[in-house]
T-cell receptor, first 115, second 113 residues
Framework: AQTVTQSQPEMSVQEAETVTLSCTYD???????LFWYKQPPSRQMILVIR??????QNATENRFSVNFQKAAKSFSLKISDSQLGDAAMYFC????????????FGKGTRLSVIA | DGGITQSPKYLFRKEGQNVTLSCEQN?????MYWYRQDPGQGLRLIYY???????QKGDIAEGYSVSREKKESFPLTVTSAQKNPTAFYLC????????????FGQGTRLTVV
């Protein structure tokens, strides 16, 4: 079974600075997706970024980028120019590419942004 | 607009009662999922369904039941056998294979009183 580990329960960052959230995962599969979801105080889950394991290029979405290290099974999220609206819970998730299988989530990292 | 609708947003249950949480999607997605969220626990899978009239247990299915009679609907019943039902419940759906991301509803906060 796949597992996802987020080792930082809480993080904080100064507004306009950069922060990196860590995620590691365990799988025997070679073809899969990795995701970062954001859950603001409204508790609505919002997809931040997606990475396909077969792509070597790291995914980027505006101020959000990932560092995907497939051999190390590491998938960190970098938030640049942090804004107050970035304050939220961030969940790392894994999903097999085939089979309509569910997402497997880490326990989350609570990010605070300091003005 | 397409999306996933969960209702109600808040639900109160007396001990010993069964309650049903609603989840409806108009995204034409094949798969639907129920997750439970507790502080410090992340999202844990309760049940999922890959097609109509079929569903599988997740990691914490005890005390819960589901049905999938229509593609659009995947209700979750929290039975009296669930010893600690107070939690935030999230429903999600996704398109068929190859898998991509899942889309989530707004959630239901269930409290036992």
């Amino acid at each position: 079974a796949q597992t996802v580990t987020q080792s930082q329960p809480e993080m904080s960052v100064q507004e306009a600075e950069t922060v990196t959230l860590s995620c590691t995962y365990d799988t025997s599969e070679s073809d899969y997706y990795l995701f970062w979801y954001k859950q603001p105080p409204s508790r609505q889950m919002i997809l931040v970024i997606r990475q396909e394991a077969y792509k070597q290029q790291n995914a980027t979405e505006n101020r959000f980028s990932v560092n995907f290290q497939k051999a190390a099974k590491s998938f960190s999220l970098k938030i640049s120019d942090s804004q107050l609206g970035d304050a939220a819970m961030y969940f790392c998730a894994y999903r097999s590419r085939w089979g309509n299988t569910p997402l497997v989530f880490g326990k989350g990292t609570r990010l605070s942004v300091i003005a | 607009d397409g999306g996933i609708t969960q209702s109600p947003k808040y639900l109160f249950r007396k001990e010993g009662q069964n309650v049903t949480l609603s989840c409806e999607q108009n995204l034409n997605h094949d798969a639907m999922y129920w997750y439970r969220q507790d502080p410090g626990q992340g999202l844990r899978l309760i049940y999922y369904s890959q097609i109509v009239n079929d569903f599988q247990k997740g990691d914490i299915a005890e005390g819960y039941s589901v049905s999938r009679e229509k593609k659009e609907s995947f209700p979750l019943t929290v039975t009296s056998a669930q010893k600690n039902p107070t939690a935030f419940y999230l429903c999600a759906s996704s398109i068929g294979t190859p898998n991509t991301e899942a889309f989530f509803g707004q959630g239901t906060r269930l409290t036992v009183v």
